[in-house]
C-alpha cells in the first residue's frame, strides 16, 4: 500500500521511467517475449482516437494485447484507451486484451466502470489480472536490471559497479536466450523441448549440475589463492576457462527449462498458470545454484578488472614511448638540452596523476618558479648569442 516497499522503491523515478521499468520487469516475470509477444508494434485507431498497446502478439490472425499499469489508472490516456479497447474487441479487432495493474493502486471511477464492464460483457476476451505488491516489486526489480548502470563515483564502489555490470550481462543473456526461443514456431519449440527433454535423463542433468558447481568452485578458490600469494592471475585461462563454464551453465538451463515445460504440457494447465508454474520453477532452480551465478560473475568481475589494468598499462606504455620519440627528434634536430628541459619541467609524466591535494601545491609553486627562472636564463643566454653574431 502507499508507503510500503514498492512505493519506495518508485519514488525516484518519474512517471516515464516508472512505466518503463515495470514494462520491461514484467516481460520478464511474465515471459512475454517469450510467449510472442513484441514491444509497441502498432497503432491502433478508433474514430479520432489512435492508441498503442505496450505489448501485442499476432497468431494466426488473431490479435492479442497486453497493457502494463505499475500506479494508479484514471487519466485521461487511461480512459480512452479502455474506450478503444472496448471498440476493438467489439469489432473483432483485437481478439483479447490483457490489463495489468498493482494491487492496492487507485483506479478512477470512471475507469473502473469501464474495466467492470469489459469483464462482465467480455470474460472470454478482456482479463483484468491484479498483481500483488510482492510480486511488483520482484517485477520491479527485474526492469531495473536492464536500466543502464549509473556513473559510481563514490570512493570503493568501483568493485560493485563491476558487480553490477555482470549482473546486467547475465541477465542480456537471459534475455537474448528467451528471444532465441521466441522465433521458434509453437510446433517446431514443442518438437524441440520434447527431444531436448529426453536427451540428458535427471541423473545426467544432476552430473552436469554437480560438475558445473565443482569446476566454478575450483576456478573461484584458484584465483583467491592466487591473490592471498600475490601472484599474477594468468587472465587468458581465466577468460577460456569463465566463457566455458558460462556456456556450460546455458546449456544447463535450457534442458531444464525444455523439462519443466514438458511436465507443464502433460498437465493441461492454462496458458496462464502454466507461465506462473514455470516461473516459479526457474525461480526456485536459480535461488538454489545461486552460489554458483555469484562466484561465476565474480570471475567475470575479475576479468573485467584486470581488463582494464592491461588497458592502463598499455596506454601508460605508449605515452612513454610518445615521450622517448619526442626526445630523439628533438636531438636530431638540434634543440638544446636545457630547452628540453624547460619544455619537460610540469609536465605530467606518463602514468601520473594530476595532484591537488594541499601538501602538494608548495611543491608544485617551487618547480613553477624554477621553471620560469630557467626559461629567462635561456633567454638571456640566446640574446648573448645574438648580440655576438651582431659584432660579428
Do not use: C
Not at 20 to 31: L, P, Q, V, Y
Not at 76 to 98: C, N, P, T, W
Not at 245 to 271: F, N, P, S
Request: aromatic fraction near 4%; hydrophobic fraction near 25%.
Amino acid at each position: 500500500m502507499p508507503g510500503d516497499g514498492y512505493d519506495n522503491d518508485r519514488k525516484p523515478f518519474d512517471n516515464n521511467e516508472r512505466g518503463r521499468i515495470f514494462e520491461n520487469g514484467s516481460d520478464r516475470f511474465f515471459r512475454d517475449r517469450e510467449n510472442g509477444y513484441v514491444h509497441h508494434s502498432r497503432i491502433y485507431e478508433h474514430g479520432k482516437d489512435r492508441i498503442q498497446f505496450d505489448k501485442v502478439k499476432e497468431d494466426r490472425g488473431q490479435t492479442y494485447s497486453i497493457e502494463d499499469k505499475s500506479g494508479r489508472i484514471g487519466g485521461e490516456k487511461d480512459v480512452k484507451q479502455l474506450e478503444v479497447v472496448r471498440a476493438l474487441i467489439e469489432k473483432g479487432e483485437v481478439h483479447h486484451h490483457l490489463l495489468r495493474s498493482v494491487d492496492g493502486e487507485t483506479i478512477s471511477k470512471p475507469a473502473k466502470e469501464l474495466i467492470d464492464g469489459l469483464v462482465r460483457d467480455y470474460p472470454d476476451n478482456f482479463t483484468h489480472q491484479i498483481i500483488s505488491r510482492e510480486d511488483a516489486r520482484e517485477i520491479w526489480s527485474r526492469g531495473l536490471e536492464r536500466e543502464p548502470a549509473p556513473q559510481l563515483e563514490l570512493p570503493g564502489v568501483g568493485e560493485q559497479a563491476r558487480q553490477q555490470k555482470e549482473r546486467q550481462r547475465e541477465a542480456r543473456q537471459l534475455e537474448k536466450e528467451r528471444q532465441e526461443r521466441t522465433r521458434v514456431p509453437e510446433k517446431e519449440q514443442r518438437a524441440r523441448d520434447k527431444e531436448l527433454a529426453r536427451s540428458v535423463d535427471s541423473r545426467e542433468l544432476n552430473a552436469k549440475r554437480e560438475q558445473l558447481r565443482v569446476d566454478v568452485a575450483e576456478q573461484a578458490r584458484k584465483m583467491a589463492e592466487a591473490r592471498q600469494k600475490g601472484q599474477a592471475v594468468e587472465l587468458e585461462k581465466i577468460r577460456e576457462s569463465h566463457t566455458r563454464l558460462t556456456k556450460d551453465l546455458a546449456d544447463i538451463r535450457e534442458i531444464e527449462r525444455a523439462k519443466a515445460r514438458e511436465m507443464i504440457r502433460g498437465a493441461g494447465l492454462g496458458r496462464e498458470p502454466a507461465q506462473e508454474m514455470e516461473r516459479h520453477l526457474e525461480q526456485n532452480r536459480e535461488e538454489q545454484r545461486k552460489d554458483v551465478t555469484r562466484e561465476l560473475g565474480e570471475i567475470g568481475s575479475t576479468i573485467a578488472r584486470e581488463d582494464d589494468r592491461r588497458h592502463e598499462r598499455e596506454t601508460v606504455e605508449k605515452q612513454r614511448e610518445q615521450v622517448r620519440e619526442v626526445r630523439e627528434r628533438a636531438v636530431r634536430e638540434g634543440v638544446p638540452r636545457e630547452v628540453m628541459q624547460v619544455l619537460e619541467v610540469g609536465r605530467l609524466q606518463p602514468g601520473e596523476q594530476p595532484r591537488v591535494r594541499e601538501e602538494h601545491r608548495e611543491h608544485d609553486d617551487h618547480r613553477a618558479r624554477e621553471a620560469a627562472r630557467e626559461r629567462e636564463r635561456v633567454a638571456e643566454r640566446e640574446r648573448e648569442r645574438a648580440r655576438g653574431r651582431e659584432q660579428y
